[in-house]
């Protein structure tokens, strides 16, 4: 009788035994291995590896679990903020010194098989904000439901398009002197601006103890220490040296990350997974967001940030991202609704490209909000064309039209039916 | 406290529940959900789809276990090609008739997490044989580990590659018309063919009762049907007008196939997992072979072939093939090594091309039974470049020159030390 | 006996004879057909042409002749930019009406046979300066040598990269009205910066008659009307919604953009033309410059603005644009280099993204002001990553690797001979 | 006053001032630099160059001009294949001798800006033959007319594609050594071939002293001489070990060709100039045929053939090559209509493949005439799926689905209006 796979394999099952679980029918604060949701040195690692080792690591969605794959957007409006990002580490590397660089491979990203979808909602513009939030203030959501490789909408009909799956956050832990410098230029920010912005109820977060999850370092085990580390952990929204929340959808499969170590066995830590994501990810809870998992290896070069002058991390992206060959490109200048000029303000001028592709988009049936999140889930590139040129910046926003099921060049916009269905956002029920 | 996941889905987590399961730890004619190795119109359908659904289907590697992930090549030398190709199926699809067109969606597919390895292997020339076994006679085997997107060997050193992931063979059931005519062609090939071959023990493959594994039916519970089919049932190694053992690179993750249907219910069977294949998969057992599932979606287009003037499979490639910038292009023509002249030969062409590729490598230190491997199992480009200019084929193999980790431009050929470790291919014990 | 080319054609040789020629012997204002170097609507029309008519179009390089191919940077340091751009045109489209949106098609794009070469600049910080001026304020240069498809530098070595050729400025002539808003926008803008800047001159450049070249009308003919227009035509410098200087690298060959119509007749211009440019153009003289020709036709939607909801330009990229598998990513976030902390500011992002890469290409040889010239002049992607993640913005820099003759990667920067011949820009001989 | 380009420049402006220019409006054996159009070693060169020279090319179409941009089809059915191909050159290489590569960078190729035409023949079954000349047995003509990148046809409507523009022949001159081989094999094929075929008029075209033209080698200055080389010298249709006729699309802008050297000096000759072409150039006269330039510089491997192992050309394609997203795959195995088996013949399952996208793309409304011309010209990619599933290789071909004005897919397919003007192909008169 023929026996199958009579192995004498040495070959790494990494991929059916991940390294760190989550389990989706718990808590954030409650998974077997513990998840952090700050950026501390004092963190404790949760599991160790060595260079060339192959493992997978699983992650939950950023929020814990806060946002549910139904049609009321009242999660997305009442989330909580200090509960975020639950990241899955510490990891240490064994051999890995301040100094260092911390090779990363991605070898592969994707959802879990047993929560085959993903969200993307607008922010309330008093609970988070976003980049467009002073236009369209209200909490709104998305589902969208994985087939393979490929994402569509019912809350956005008439999309589809291909996963350029990452992790929205890898970085190492920051050491005690890194740290610090972070909570201090932050508050420095909040301290110097006094007035209200337009888009977001605050211009930074600092640390705060509400909310701290600290990973295998528990309240009730050492309580001094855990208030000392959640009154100074970083939070985890802003992108900094280290990396952490970059959200550059480029980190994608088969990518490699070159990351700064700042402490001993460099404490990797990552999440926040996107199935898929448009540079700037603009309703800022714009991605795909979904739980996942990622495949890793790691290695070390030495000394690597004074021998190769790095400061912050160096990508390098992989070969299977999605590659299109249409684009409609939206610009955008450094000059406001109300005809004031800016000077050179790529932000801006990246904003009215955003907005000059939601009025276009519209002329097709979808409602701006929708827009707005298209934008921000699907795999549009966010360009600088031009910073140069006194006193405009010019930036392009470009959208792949295949990934619609009908043509939005501008010679099909004029004959377009606008009453076909295209589905609409999940709103608020109060 | 916060509970994760507070759904109110619909979704269908058909990737955690496939349709059909395999089980690598049992004989593939012991499966729980039984496969089968042979085309035939009244091989009983498994399971039942409709239109629109989503699924996941899991296939053993084409060989049904025969070949192990060990350092001889012992099993690929000893190969019992009546056992094969062990498929998943068939799949019944409601509303499908004879003329349709199934519109099969390849949504994703990839190896099975339990076992993250895949083998090329050279069959003997006496059982099997290949495109070049004339030359290299002796039974080879390579072993490729999966780490996320992307393969390597310890077999064939300083190659990483990442997978453009495919089934060898996807169709629908034969009409008894069709049958009979396919059995009838091959039979009058092989009374044509009294001469003996140079690469290949035999012309084609009849129908054998010998090795046959009919899915539902069992021998022991209809022995004449059992019979019937077995002695008439086509053997699955060519590609036909349902397309089969196509073999095609590029019905890979994405992909959308339109196959004709010619029984009721369409009888849907699909396996032989490729990791990666070069165009040709000029090895025979040449592609990474492996294990794998497929996730798929179904729809009909009612009398389609007719209306769409369809005779065989029609194939939109994926978004996310990987896609290379810098190729090494090697030609060949219709002459053969004793200078004779063929007349428009594209295979003779494609043969002379592989040759002088493997030719070139060799200079890098890899043997030429591992470039003969390299080519049949990574992401080369096979194509015909000119079919007119008489007497002469010319057909093309373009090599992806960053699969690997040395540059193999000629300027630096002439400057490789061939001392460098390549591994070796595990050979016969015997 | 044979005679060549019997033709009976209809074929319009438009290649063989522009519309507009220039001739690189004669100074930009004695051009037989007139250049101009201002925005106005009252410029007079040099030709008019029909809806899809074919021609071609030639400009001279964006200075009109000031920097030399030669090995001093004093003609940058001291190039006068009153007299700049000098555009080919305005083109009256017969049938264009305000409101309109001028279909064109960018056919192709390419240097003069005459003049195979172009010119980086990084300007002096007191006449002109540039994205990085407060850092490198001495004025340098690279010249470019074509050879087909390809840019080489004696000033920068060991780079060779195929153009992205491209117009830097394509545009209608605005309206009266549009032009007044633009005049008094700006003026605002010098009015509020009080302040000197760090790395420019000036804050605008308001209308100015030194300098001024009107096309058609010369100041001999009626002085009145000349100088009217001459003090109140915006400069070229700034894109605006009209187009004008985008700078945007992929309006290349094949390319269509949909542009705004603000007079009768449309009055397209154009020039600027680059070889070859990064995203950004950091060095503000940072594209390859240099004298060309491009190909076009045009169509018009009647109404389009309003019927499309288009404010400004769309464009949809060409299909031959050079596409790279492998890029080395920098990162940067809006922190300055004095740990100062600001708010999604994506130009600081992008300036710290540029820094990265300029710190990290050093160790390969090169100055830092020849990298500063090479991001500016060979194909780059600028990326807006994230720009919600508050406070930080995170703006990316993609280097497509293989422009380098040599491996840049970080696994080779530790090997690399630092003192091989890079080359050295063109200095300033005072 | 401003004087535009004080030069000191060296650049070499070789795009204006070609090496060996063309006359279109004189014969093809009537040039000021005399062409040639068989392969001899004694052939005089007629021009020298130098180690990394850049140069340019002209060339006239491969008919010297037998074809006219008209709407008749009589010039192709009568066209004198014995005044075939008129290649430019032999151009002398300062210090190659055999045995060495001589390495060809083609820089750019491209359309004579006053020829901006080319044409798609299919030629009559008696005179010249094709790939289904079978079918199509009478003369047709499409004509192209180039904008920019862009081709369109008057002759085939609703198709428009971006020039992958190359010379359909590059090689060196042979020696006498491998003249005699060649003459001799297919001679042995002629004489092997006793039968008659079904697309070809004759099986190999033997030398012959009709039409020949020996470039600088008159009949009048030396009758013996040149009777011996005309009587001797290889005609130019098919590819051979040393490049050659080898039609390979990818030949094309920035790529660059390893020639083997038999002859001192290499005596590099190419022309056949085409604007595009499809894998196969499957009606003969299929590609788009044009007169052209062809930019050049060339390079020396002393003894590269043996120490590369090189006995045939390799080629690196450039990195500008039209990129498409979206493909519709056809195949077709090596069993002919009449249901007859083949072994393994790859050349069969094409012709299949390529029957099977004429009988799909006659339901939006073309000819079959106009199908075959145009898989000829357009880029598709013809590829060999699998060569060893005995007994049948399945080859597919692959049409980029967006060069068409409309949607060619399979979904669209059943809503076609078949009584849209496609246009029509020239056709014979008599």
Same mark, same amino acid.
């Given at each position: 009788?023929?026996?199958?796979?009579?192995?004498?394999?040495?070959?790494?099952?990494?991929?059916?035994?991940?390294?760190?679980?989550?389990?989706?029918?718990?808590?954030?604060?409650?998974?077997?291995?513990?998840?952090?949701?700050?950026?501390?040195?004092?963190? &404790?690692? !949760?599991?160790?590896?060595?260079?060339?080792?192959?493992?997978?690591?699983?992650?939950?969605?950023?929020?814990?679990?806060?946002?549910?794959?139904?049609?009321?957007?009242?999660?997305?409006?009442? !989330?909580?903020?200090?509960?975020? *990002?639950?990241?899955?580490?510490?990891?240490? !590397?064994?051999?890995?010194?301040?100094?260092?660089?911390?090779?990363?491979?991605?070898?592969?990203?994707? &959802?879990? &098989?047993?929560?085959?979808? /993903?969200?993307?909602?607008?922010?309330?513009?008093?609970?988070?904000?976003?980049?467009?939030?002073?236009?369209?203030?209200?909490?709104?959501?998305?589902?969208?439901?994985?087939?393979?490789?490929?994402?569509? #909408?019912? *809350?956005?009909?008439? !999309?589809?398009?291909?996963?350029?799956?990452?992790? /929205?956050?890898?970085?190492?832990?920051?050491?005690?002197?890194? =740290?610090?410098?972070?909570?201090?230029?932050?508050?420095?920010?909040?301290?110097?601006?006094?007035?209200?912005?337009?888009?977001?109820?605050?211009?930074?977060?600092?640390?705060?103890?509400?909310?701290?999850?600290?990973?295998?370092?528990?309240?009730?085990?050492?309580? @001094?220490?855990?208030?000392?580390?959640?009154?100074? /952990?970083?939070?985890?929204?802003?992108?900094?040296? *280290?990396?952490?929340?970059?959200?550059?959808?480029?980190?994608?499969?088969? @990518?490699?990350?070159?990351?700064?170590?700042?402490?001993?066995?460099?404490?990797?830590?990552?999440?926040?997974? *996107?199935?898929?994501?448009?540079?700037?990810?603009?309703?800022?809870?714009?991605?795909?967001?979904?739980?996942?998992?990622?495949?890793?290896?790691?290695?070390?070069?030495?000394?690597?940030?004074?021998?190769? #002058?790095?400061?912050?991390?160096?990508? $390098?992206?992989?070969?299977?991202?999605?590659?299109?060959?249409?684009?409609?490109?939206? $610009?955008?200048?450094?000059?406001?609704?109300?005809?004031?000029?800016?000077?050179?303000?790529?932000?801006?001028?990246?904003?009215?490209?955003?907005?000059?592709?939601?009025?276009?988009?519209?002329?097709? /049936?979808?409602?701006?909000?929708?827009?707005?999140? =298209?934008?921000?889930?699907? &795999?549009?590139?966010?360009?600088?064309?031009?910073?140069?040129?006194?006193?405009?910046?010019?930036?392009?926003?470009?959208?792949?039209?295949?990934?619609?099921?009908?043509?939005?060049?501008? $010679? #099909?916009?004029?004959?377009?039916? $606008?009453?076909?269905?295209?589905?609409? =956002?999940?709103?608020?029920?109060?």
């Amino acid at each position: 009788m023929l026996v199958l796979r009579r192995t004498l394999s040495t070959a790494i099952s990494y991929a059916a035994k991940p390294l760190i679980s989550v389990d989706l029918n718990r808590s954030p604060t409650e998974q077997l291995i513990p998840l952090h949701n700050r950026w501390h040195p004092d963190i &404790p690692s !949760v599991i160790s590896v060595r260079r060339n080792d192959v493992f997978r690591i699983e992650c939950v969605d950023w929020t814990g679990g806060q946002i549910g794959n139904n049609d009321s957007a009242d999660d997305v409006k009442n !989330v909580d903020l200090t509960r975020i *990002h639950y990241l899955s580490g510490p990891i240490e !590397v064994e051999g890995a010194s301040p100094g260092d660089i911390l090779v990363v491979d991605i070898l592969d990203v994707g &959802p879990l &098989p047993s929560s085959m979808w /993903g969200f993307t909602g607008i922010f309330d513009k008093k609970n988070g904000g976003g980049f467009l939030s002073d236009i369209y203030p209200n909490a709104c959501k998305a589902i969208w439901d994985f087939s393979g490789i490929y994402a569509t #909408s019912r *809350h956005i009909k008439n !999309v589809r398009f291909a996963g350029l799956t990452h992790p /929205g956050i890898i970085g190492c832990a920051p050491s005690h002197e890194l =740290l610090s410098r972070w909570n201090k230029r932050e508050q420095d920010l909040i301290n110097r601006c006094t007035h209200s912005h337009h888009q977001y109820s605050v211009f930074a977060n600092p640390p705060i103890e509400k909310g701290a999850c600290l990973g295998r370092l528990k309240f009730e085990d050492n309580k @001094s220490k855990w208030k000392e580390i959640a009154t100074q /952990g970083a939070r985890t929204i802003p992108p900094r040296e *280290h990396g952490g929340n970059t959200d550059i959808k480029n980190i994608s499969r088969g @990518s490699r990350a070159y990351l700064p170590v700042y402490v001993n066995g460099a404490k990797l830590s990552l999440g926040d997974i *996107h199935f898929s994501q448009g540079d700037g990810e603009i309703a800022f809870c714009g991605a795909i967001e979904m739980s996942g998992y990622v495949d890793l290896s790691v290695d070390i070069i030495k000394d690597g940030m004074s021998r190769l #002058s790095i400061n912050n991390p160096l990508i $390098q992206p992989g070969p299977i991202e999605p590659r299109y060959s249409n684009y409609l490109t939206f $610009q955008g200048i450094s000059v406001d609704d109300k005809d004031k000029q800016y000077f050179l303000d790529a932000t801006l001028a990246y904003r009215q490209a955003c907005l000059s592709a939601i009025r276009y988009l519209k002329l097709f /049936g979808y409602s701006e909000e929708q827009v707005y999140c =298209l934008l921000s889930a699907a &795999p549009i590139e966010g360009r600088i064309g031009s910073i140069v040129d006194i006193p405009n910046a010019c930036c392009t926003l470009s959208l792949p039209i295949d990934i619609f099921s009908f043509d939005i060049r501008p $010679q #099909s916009a004029t004959q377009i039916d $606008q009453n076909i269905d295209r589905g609409q =956002l999940a709103k608020t029920t109060s």
